[in-house]
């Protein structure tokens, strides 16, 4: 019997947790499929159950990483702040250990595929060896890794024969690039987080302090770990961006880490309070400092977010003005690093999960289901979704011969190209025109997504405003 629906899950909710399937009942696990072929697919994504899982998770993470004010026996206030190579990931609970392991033996599988060394204008073609091991292996990889409780996890002779393994391998298989277009991108980060999500409902972390310690276990001992490996793969075989937007993107091959990296630098909170909205923590970083090599080069050790520009700089050359102009344009919000954090799950919401190119290749079982969700609105048409790019489209070739599908979706030749800022950092003053030379945009409508938790529903907006005039479609744990 499926599991209903986890009951913390509603918009009055203060603070909600991933459900975590109960042990004792027979599951019904299912071979994960693709789901979503065209376009139109995503808005049906954005009213499943995989959808709200991934939000309530994402939200979960980032409010586990926010710093934690208490008061001493002196009275005086203090400050718990979570850093990358602290015993959070040095010391993790046994069950983060064992993905370490598992990470540790995936990053091994390169000595035994070393990249060619003939010409090549794309990636190197002896990814495909490193991922055909990863393949062949990862079967044998969870059975040594991870505890039979939980790869066979409510199993029954009776069933379809389809067990919690074969669900988790095809996310572990799906967070590590691309062997046919020799690329990657935040569609596979956005797998191995669906990886992630799998264990959790397995009851993988049980072992771990349930108040937010055992998520900053996740995020510093496995999701930090795992890019680094993948960070390493990109170097070695020097894969692709996976649908980059180039100069209009964040970045080209993550996101998680920005959102996680600014909540390690927001404004401390309390344990029964929201994640501040603005604000950073006493000692925290300037903003401007991500634009300045040598002050990314002093925080990327500890903190996730300049760790993601630190390999920014590592594969780039010019300018960071130039090469990362979104990043830039965040440099110069006044509002800390609360601002960028509740920005980042906005655009994560947008730009990843709402996105065609994104999330077309993440399959759908049971412990991610493309069922749908019971407390979801059907999304309305907003510019933002009826501008999905149609997959059929893709089999048509452009004037250069080249397929349609190697061109960014949201390319439009002959547009004026849109400001080199996020969207939400109203007010952030462009410093550097884009490349003239540049295919243009049109800008997307981003779908707000929440910076602490689940609230009511925003009301439609009033009649002749101007965002009366557009419909965005709204998370269902949205804030407004």
Same mark, same amino acid.
């Given at each position: 019997?499926?599991?209903?629906?986890?009951?913390?899950?509603?918009?009055?909710?203060?603070?909600?947790?991933?459900?975590?399937?109960?042990?004792?009942?027979?599951?019904?696990?299912?071979?994960?499929?693709?789901?979503?072929?065209?376009?139109?697919?995503?808005?049906?994504?954005?009213?499943?159950?995989?959808?709200?899982?991934?939000?309530?998770?994402?939200?979960?993470?980032?409010?586990?990483?926010?710093?934690?004010?208490?008061?001493?026996?002196?009275?005086?206030?203090?400050?718990?702040?979570?850093?990358?190579?602290?015993?959070?990931?040095?010391?993790?609970?046994?069950?983060?250990?064992?993905?370490?392991?598992?990470?540790?033996?995936?990053?091994?599988?390169?000595?035994?595929?070393?990249?060619?060394?003939?010409?090549?204008?794309?990636?190197?073609?002896?990814?495909?060896?490193?991922?055909?091991?990863?393949?062949?292996?990862?079967?044998?990889?969870?059975?040594?890794?991870?505890?039979?409780?939980?790869?066979?996890?409510?199993?029954?002779?009776?069933?379809?024969?389809?067990?919690?393994?074969?669900?988790?391998?095809?996310?572990?298989?799906?967070?590590?690039?691309?062997?046919?277009?020799?690329?990657? =991108?935040?569609?596979? *980060?956005? /797998?191995?987080?669906?990886?992630?999500?799998?264990?959790? !409902? +397995? @009851?993988?972390? #049980?072992?771990?302090?349930?108040?937010?310690?055992?998520?900053?276990?996740?995020?510093?001992?496995?999701?930090?770990?795992?890019?680094?490996?993948?960070?390493?793969?990109?170097?070695?075989?020097?894969?692709?961006?996976?649908?980059?937007?180039?100069?209009?993107?964040?970045?080209?091959?993550?996101?998680?880490?920005?959102?996680?990296?600014?909540?390690?630098?927001?404004?401390?909170?309390?344990?029964?309070?929201?994640?501040?909205?603005?604000?950073?923590?006493?000692?925290?970083?300037?903003?401007?400092?991500?634009?300045?090599?040598?002050?990314?080069?002093?925080?990327?050790?500890?903190?996730?977010?300049?760790?993601?520009?630190?390999?920014?700089?590592?594969?780039?050359? =010019?300018?960071?003005? *130039?090469? /990362?102009?979104?990043?830039?344009?965040?440099?110069?919000? !006044? +509002? @800390?690093?609360? #601002?960028?954090?509740?920005?980042?799950?906005?655009?994560?919401?947008?730009?990843?999960?709402?996105?065609?190119?994104?999330?077309?290749?993440?399959?759908?079982?049971?412990?991610?289901?493309?069922?749908?969700?019971?407390?979801?609105?059907?999304?309305?048409?907003?510019?933002?979704?009826?501008?999905?790019?149609?997959?059929?489209?893709?089999?048509?070739?452009?004037?250069?011969?080249?397929?349609?599908?190697?061109?960014?979706?949201?390319?439009?030749?002959?547009?004026?190209?849109?400001?080199?800022?996020?969207?939400?950092?109203?007010?952030?003053?462009?410093?550097?025109?884009?490349?003239?030379?540049?295919?243009?945009?049109?800008?997307?409508?981003?779908?707000?997504?929440?910076?602490?938790?689940?609230?009511?529903?925003?009301?439609?907006?009033?009649?002749?405003?101007?965002?009366?005039?557009?419909?965005?479609?709204?998370?269902?744990?949205?804030?407004?």
């Amino acid at each position: 019997m499926e599991p209903s629906p986890n009951p913390t899950f509603n918009a009055k909710s203060p603070f909600v947790t991933l459900e975590v399937l109960d042990p004792s009942t027979i599951h019904a696990f299912v071979s994960p499929t693709k789901e979503i072929n065209d376009g139109p697919d995503v808005s049906r994504f954005l009213v499943s159950k995989a959808y709200r899982d991934i939000g309530i998770f994402v939200l979960q993470l980032n409010r586990a990483m926010c710093p934690r004010k208490s008061k001493g026996s002196d009275g005086k206030e203090k400050v718990q702040t979570f850093e990358i190579g602290s015993k959070l990931e040095t010391q993790p609970a046994k069950s983060v250990q064992s993905i370490q392991q598992l990470l540790f033996k995936l990053e091994s599988f390169i000595d035994e595929a070393p990249p060619d060394k003939g010409p090549r204008r794309f990636g190197n073609v002896s990814f495909r060896k490193w991922y055909k091991i990863l393949d062949e292996r990862a079967s044998s990889l969870l059975e040594e890794c991870l505890p039979q409780s939980i790869l066979k996890f409510g199993s029954s002779p009776g069933q379809n024969g389809v067990t919690a393994e074969e669900e988790l391998k095809a996310y572990l298989l799906g967070a590590f690039g691309s062997p046919q277009r020799l690329d990657y =991108g935040t569609g596979h *980060e956005l /797998s191995f987080l669906a990886f992630l999500i799998g264990l959790w !409902k +397995l @009851g993988a972390f #049980k072992d771990g302090q349930q108040d937010g310690e055992i998520e900053r276990n996740i995020v510093l001992g496995a999701f930090e770990p795992y890019l680094r490996v993948v960070r390493k793969l990109i170097l070695t075989y020097t894969l692709e961006p996976a649908g980059s937007h180039g100069v209009w993107g964040l970045d080209d091959h993550s996101f998680q880490p920005y959102i996680y990296g600014s909540a390690q630098l927001t404004r401390p909170i309390g344990d029964n309070e929201e994640m501040p909205m603005e604000g950073s923590r006493f000692g925290a970083p300037r903003l401007d400092a991500v634009s300045k090599a040598d002050k990314v080069q002093d925080y990327r050790e500890t903190n996730m977010y300049f760790s993601a520009v630190g390999f920014i700089y590592d594969v780039k050359t =010019g300018p960071f003005g *130039e090469h /990362s102009s979104v990043l830039h344009s965040l440099s110069q919000v !006044k +509002l @800390g690093w609360g #601002k960028i954090n509740s920005g980042m799950l906005k655009m994560f919401n947008g730009e990843v999960l709402s996105k065609f190119p994104v999330v077309q290749h993440l399959p759908f079982g049971s412990l991610l289901s493309w069922e749908r969700d019971p407390d979801a609105k059907e999304p309305q048409q907003s510019v933002h979704m009826v501008n999905q790019p149609i997959a059929s489209a893709a089999l048509k070739s452009n004037n250069s011969g080249t397929s349609a599908g190697t061109a960014a979706p949201w390319a439009k030749p002959g547009n004026m190209p849109p400001p080199m800022q996020a969207p939400w950092a109203s007010g952030v003053p462009t410093t550097r025109p884009p490349p003239t030379q540049a295919t243009s945009v049109n800008p997307s409508i981003r779908t707000p997504f929440p910076a602490s938790q689940p609230l009511p529903r925003p009301t439609a907006p009033a009649a002749g405003s101007t965002d009366a005039q557009i419909t965005v479609t709204k998370a269902p744990w949205a804030k407004d």
